[in-house]
């Protein structure tokens, strides 16, 4: 069965990373919630997409450059009044849950992997209990490596629509086996038929990520990834739901 993740707790029906949204992916009947993470600029470690506040909140800053007291006075937009949460707060939400962590490692504002910040988020997941229902994420490479050396846990690299074009399959796939990488992520326009075989033939698992519309939803469905992450969990899981019915 194809595997459904709560983008960011579902930001089209949520808001973008909300305490509304992650409580609701929580006790939904799909299998991840996708999330992702900055540092802020006391040690505390952010649920948040962007790395600024600019663009989702009524508050400017980049995230690295804040105390954490200052991000927790932004309002999220569409969000319901949310606060941007604490990775520590997201793992509570979901200590009960059966759903499982997706957690994507972020770069900086500035495009570039935050310097000793996986070995914290791996150590906060282990002390949460939530490390052993984690498969980690990244579109950046260094990241991947760095994910390798912090823990034994899956690892999916994100591969955009610039790098699989500029690539191409075959050198994206050589990529991936130089770095130990076993499974990737596509953005779900970019994926077909014949690129899932490609990648599967070679030992690499495929999913797909930005599924957000029926049409798009239910091409992840027939192409039968892996997972697909979509800004509209309880659009896809009606979809898979009725996919499942006319199987
Ligand atoms: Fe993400």
């Not at 997706?102 to 504002?109: L, N, T």
Request: net charge negative; charged share 20%.
């Amino acid at each position: 069965m194809t595997r459904i993740a709560s983008h960011r707790g579902g930001t089209l029906e949520f808001g973008d990373s909300t305490l509304q949204g992650f409580t609701a992916t929580s006790k939904m009947a799909l299998e991840e919630v996708e999330f992702d993470l900055h540092p802020t600029a006391d040690g505390a470690i952010v649920v948040h997409h962007d790395p600024t506040l600019d663009g989702t909140t009524d508050v400017n800053g980049v995230i690295a450059r804040m105390p954490l007291a200052e991000i927790k006075k932004a309002t999220i937009r569409y969000g319901a009044g949310a606060t941007p949460l604490t990775l520590e707060e997201l793992c509570t939400i979901y200590a009960q849950s059966s759903v499982g962590f997706r957690c994507e490692i972020k770069p900086g504002v500035d495009g570039i992997a935050y310097d000793d910040f996986i070995p914290r988020v791996v150590s906060v997941l282990q002390r949460q209990g939530m490390l052993e229902r984690t498969t980690f994420s990244s579109f950046l490479i260094p990241c991947m490596d760095d994910i390798a050396a912090a823990t034994d846990r899956p690892r999916l690299w994100l591969v955009s629509p610039p790098i699989l074009r500029q690539l191409g399959p075959e050198t994206v796939i050589e990529v991936a086996k130089a770095h130990g990488i076993r499974e990737v992520g596509i953005h779900i326009n970019t994926a077909d038929e014949d690129l899932k075989t490609l990648f599967l033939s070679a030992g690499i698992e495929f999913g797909c990520w930005a599924a957000h519309t029926t049409g798009q939803i239910e091409r992840a469905l027939g192409l039968d990834v892996k997972v697909f992450t979509t800004d509209r969990p309880t659009l896809a899981i009606a979809i898979r739901n009725h996919h499942r019915e006319g199987v």
